[in-house]
């Protein structure tokens, strides 16, 4: 079982409280009586000696002077001579020693005088007898005391027992008093002060807890100048740096996680690139190696069919030069943090230079060409060049692929903010609607017949995105009514 630290506290202090308020009672209600005892003994004594000196000193005025003694302290006094008639006796009646004519009742039936008388004999002056006494007459007890003056005077001094007693009775009452008093407010004092001194270490291990689940949030903020005090700085130190340190280890494992989970996405990406490469390789090959086998065997003799092959072994293999190149291209960009080589220039200028490149191109599909600047001839950019014209050239490609017979492909520019907005247009068929978005992945194509008729790779559009993206650009596709239209963005100077 446990029991707290308060409980304890309390429980020691205050167990100690009582126990001390009983000793004192048990020692008072036994002990006290006896101390008054010896004092008075000790009072009578001096009195006996102050009586006896006043008397050798001055003899006649002694009757005033016990006169005074016998009523500032409450004793009964007598005087005798040496045949023990009484020379003087106390106006009070309880001295505890029954005399009127001390020589006339010795007959008395209750007194022992022979025993009292002895009592006399035996004393010196400086040596007087005490004794305490049961007075039957009187029915009680009595502090006695018989002294010697000279040789022919003795005195009796009497003092009652019952004062005594009830002066401890009262002294052990009080003590009673004061001791139940004092435990009451003593409880509560330690009461108080074992709250004081655990109410901060309780509270301390409530932060010592909530630190064992990582929760650094509360501290100790009392100011105390003693060992408690000490103890919460050292726990609030020790939380900080558990925080810091912990935080530093949380920052560390989430970098680490991202980059493992890059470079899983990026072996993901390869393994699926490189599936991607081998299918798109597996018909080129077969063509080639189909082919050259026939060539080989000399499947037909006749010239013009061995020019058919030749051509058909030419021109896979230039498809497959063709996407090697661009697999190259986008791997370099993807892979790669391409360093993007920016200069200054005129997009309408990079526009009409390439369509002037293709015109004959242009011209061989029989497409109607055109281009708007919104007549604004001077567009000037900041961005790569090369790669600007390879984004341009992959639009108008395509564009060609899917024209139509007499078709038109049209080129516009526009500005809005910061950044120009190039856009090809080109008549054809509408791109399906959940192919908008995959067209942009490497090797996807839309129609993977019409593709391999135009040798497409269907890697174009996704060095396309490469691009913009390390431009920090924009790029996008949509359906216009009879048409496609592609754009991208570049940074006006
Ligand atoms: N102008 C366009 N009109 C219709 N479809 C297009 C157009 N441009 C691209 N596509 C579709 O997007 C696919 C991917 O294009 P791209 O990445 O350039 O590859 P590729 O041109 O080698 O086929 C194409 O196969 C085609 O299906
Ligand atoms: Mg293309």
Redesign the pocket.
């Known amino acids: 079982m446990k029991i707290s630290l308060k409980t304890q506290l309390f429980a020691a202090f205050f167990g100690m409280i009582v126990f001390f308020v009983l000793l004192s009672i048990i020692l008072s209600s036994t002990l006290l009586e006896k101390y008054y005892y010896s004092k008075k003994e000790d009072a009578m004594q001096q009195t006996f000696n102050t009586i006896r000196d006043a008397y050798s000193d001055d003899p006649d005025n002694i009757m005033l002077y016990v006169e005074k003694i016998e009523n500032l302290r409450g004793m009964g006094i007598i005087f005798f001579d040496q045949h023990f008639n009484v020379l003087y006796q106390s106006r009070q009646r309880a001295i505890g020693l029954g005399v009127r004519n001390f020589r006339i009742n010795t007959k008395d039936p209750v007194m022992d005088w022979k025993n009292i008388e002895a009592k006399f004999k035996k004393v010196t002056v400086d040596k007087p007898f005490i004794e305490k006494r049961f007075d039957m007459r009187m029915e009680s007890s009595f502090v006695s005391l018989y002294g010697k003056i000279d040789d022919e005077v003795y005195v009796y001094l009497g003092t009652p027992v019952a004062a005594i007693q009830e002066s401890a009775k009262i002294a052990v009452r009080f003590y009673i008093f004061t001791g139940i008093f004092m435990i009451i407010v003593g409880g509560i004092i330690i009461y108080l002060l074992s709250l004081r001194l655990t109410k901060p270490i309780v509270k301390l291990n409530g932060i010592a807890k909530k630190m064992a689940v990582l929760d650094f949030e509360e501290k100790y903020d009392e100011k105390r100048n003693d060992e408690i005090g000490t103890l919460g700085e050292s726990i609030n130190s020790l939380s900080n740096q558990l925080e810091c340190s912990i935080g530093e280890l949380k920052a560390a494992n989430y970098k680490l996680m991202q980059d493992i989970e890059k470079e899983r996405q990026i072996d993901e990406m390869r393994k699926g690139f490189i599936s991607n490469i081998s299918h798109e390789l597996k018909t080129p090959i077969a063509l080639v190696q189909g082919y050259a086998e026939g060539l080989k065997l000399n499947v037909n003799d006749d010239e013009e069919n061995k020019n058919y092959y030749c051509e058909v072994i030419i021109d896979e293999a230039n498809k497959m030069n063709n996407m090697v190149r ?1 697999l190259l291209e986008l791997s370099e960009l993807e892979f790669n943090d391409v360093v993007l080589d920016r200069e200054e220039f005129c997009i309408c200028e990079l526009i009409r230079n390439l369509l002037k490149k293709n015109s004959l191109l242009l011209a061989e599909k029989g497409a109607e060409v055109t281009f708007d600047t919104g007549g604004n001839d001077s567009i000037r950019i900041n961005a790569d060049y090369y790669l600007t014209e390879q984004v341009l050239m ?2 108008v ?3 060609l ?3 139509e017979e007499g078709g038109v492909i049209a080129i516009s520019t526009r500005v809005a903010g910061r950044k120009v907005r190039v856009e ?1 247009f ?1 008549s ?4 399906p609607e959940e ?1 908008l978005e ?3 992945l ?7 017949a ?2 391999r008729a ?11 995105k490469a691009i913009q993206k390390a431009h920090g650009n924009g790029y996008g ?1 949509k359906n216009k009514p009879g ?2 239209l ?1 754009w991208f963005e570049c940074d006006l100077l």
């Not at 054809?428 to 791109?431: L, Q, S």
């Not at 135009?454 to 396309?464: A, D, H, N, P, W």
């Open positions: 661009k992959n639009y490609s395509n564009g692929n899917h024209l090809v080109n054809g068929e509408n791109i192919a995959n067209i942009w490497s090797f996807y194509k839309v129609d993977k019409r593709t135009y040798g497409g790779t269907g890697l174009g559009l996704s060095i396309v596709v048409g496609v592609f």
